[in-house]
Structures are given as structure tokens and as C-alpha cells.
């Protein structure tokens, strides 16, 4: 059984979806890389099938609900100890990012662990436009508008078995609402590592308009509500105020060589 799934959703992500699977392919630890293309129309599934390390790879091409089904359906296949998720458009900042969570890992009493995402720009990957530095874990910061980037969570597999998978009626908000559930209803315990684990190109369309945002809100209110927790009067506004000091990276200073081996 290897020790890391990752799990890489894409749909005509021929452009970019080489970053990612490079990416994986350079951590020094024992991992699958399982790869959910939902019936891509460009040359994806030709660009993964000449990709050299086939070993790692796991491909399934077929039509599907949306990314967040295609997540649900590598979590279904992963064998792995860890599992965590690299969209297509993402990839890691380091070639021992992997080995250290894997570090962190070594801890039996640590369920999940995150770090730090940068966002940058689609055609000049060294520029980053947007820094989100998660910070230390406080349960009580959810209830501030606070959140781990997803792309940075991994999480034990036995915990996806004991509470379940991405709640698809959530639509971009479930990665939201199965980190509320995790962290907060269920408490598991988890870890920050202090440094840039993943870049992410820009794009994304919850936030691109008034009304995207409106619905993104609705989600993000239905997923305290399944879980039967209570937000407070400000926490669903809070949540997207929080980015705007992301849109200031050059305010702070960013690791932009954490986690690669020495």
C-alpha cells in the first residue's frame, strides 16, 4: 500500500496538467497519483497516457458530476495512508513537500495537517498575485471567516471512511463545509506547516461576480446548517473579507524555496 494518494481532478487541462503530475512524480515518498478526467476534449488523456511514470498513475476518462464527484471518485480508489488533492492547475512549491507531511504524519495522534498556497499568475508561474497564509489552527478562528486552503489539506483515509466524503449538493462549497466538519463538528486534530506548500494558477469563478458571491454565501450557510452548528452574525461575511489582505503578497515576506530537498 503506498503511503500518499493524491488525487488530481481535471477537465481539458492538457495546458497545464503537466505541472502537476512533474510535481507529484519529484517527492521522494511512496505515493499514487490517482487521476479522475471527466471526458476531456482536448489532448488530456493523450498527455497522461505518454507520460513517462506510468507506475504512479492511475487514470480513469470518463463523464462525471463535476470536480467534486471526480474527488469523491479518487477518494473511492486511493489506498494510500494520507490522501490530499492537487487540482490541475495546481502544483506543489517543493520536491519534499510530501515528505514533510509525511514527517508530521509520523505522529499517530495527527488526523490532518495544511500550510500555506500561493496564487500566481497563469502565464508567468514565478509571479504570485495572491499569498494565503493559513496561520496556526484555532477552532475558534472558523467562526472568524477562517479557513485552510484545500489544496494544502491532507487528511488520513480512515478519517474520510469515518466521516464521510464531499457532500456534492454543496457545489463550490464543499471543500468548505468537509473542512467545517472535520475540524469543527468532528474535531480532529490536525497541524499547520508553516510555509508555501502548493501554487495555484489564477482563475476560479466563486468570486468573480456580486451574484457568485451571493451564492457562494448561501453554501457556505448551509454547510454550518448540515452540520448543526451555528455560525455567528458576521462569520459568512467574514470569511471572503479575509482574502483581501491575500491580494498583498509584497507586504510580507514569502518563502518561495520551502520544503525542496537540500
Known amino acids: 500500500m503506498p503511503r500518499f494518494s493524491i488525487v488530481t481532478a481535471v477537465y481539458n487541462g492538457a495546458n497545464t496538467i503537466l505541472e502537476a503530475l512533474g510535481s507529484v512524480a519529484s517527492q521522494s515518498v511512496d505515493v499514487e497519483h490517482i487521476i479522475i478526467d471527466g ?18 498513475l492511475h487514470i480513469v476518462s470518463e ?5 467534486y464527484d471526480a474527488m469523491n471518485k479518487g477518494l473511492r480508489m486511493a489506498r494510500g495512508q494520507i490522501v490530499g488533492f492537487l487540482n490541475a492547475d495546481d502544483f506543489y512549491a517543493g520536491d519534499a513537500v510530501l515528505s514533510q507531511v509525511d514527517e508530521v504524519f509520523s505522529d499517530r495522534a495527527v488526523n490532518s495537517c495544511y500550510g500555506d498556497l500561493a496564487y500566481v499568475a497563469r502565464n508567468d508561474l514565478a509571479r504570485v498575485t495572491r499569498y494565503w497564509r493559513a496561520g496556526p489552527f484555532r ?14 489539506f491532507f487528511v488520513r483515509r480512515e478519517i474520510y471512511e469515518r466521516y464521510g466524503a464531499f457532500n456534492l449538493s454543496l457545489g463550490s ?23 508555501l506548500m502548493v501554487k ?14 451571493l451564492k457562494a454565501n448561501r453554501m457556505d450557510r448551509q454547510a454550518w446548517r448540515i452540520n448543526q452548528l451555528q ?13 483581501i489582505s491575500q491580494f498583498f503578497p509584497r507586504l510580507t515576506a514569502i518563502p ?5 530537498k537540500q
Not at 63 to 67: L, V
Not at 256 to 260: A, I, M, R, S
Open 256 to 260: 518561495t524555496t520551502f520544503l525542496t
Open 231 to 243: 455560525p455567528l452574525p458576521w462569520t459568512l461575511w467574514a470569511k471572503p473579507a479575509r482574502k
Open 200 to 213: 495555484m494558477r489564477v482563475g476560479g469563478t466563486s468570486n468573480a461576480s456580486l451574484l457568485n458571491r
Open 139 to 152: 477552532r475558534e478562528a472558523f467562526y472568524h471567516g477562517w479557513m485552510p486552503p484545500h489544496p494544502t
Open 63 to 67: 463523464a462525471d458530476g463535476g470536480i
Open 173 to 195: 462549497a464543499a471543500d468548505y463545509e468537509l473542512m467545517l466538519r472535520f475540524l469543527v463538528r468532528h474535531r480532529i486534530t490536525t497541524c499547520y506547516i508553516p510555509g
Open 39 to 56: 471526458g476531456s476534449q482536448d489532448r488530456t488523456v493523450e498527455v497522461l497516457r505518454s507520460y513517462p511514470a506510468q507506475e504512479r
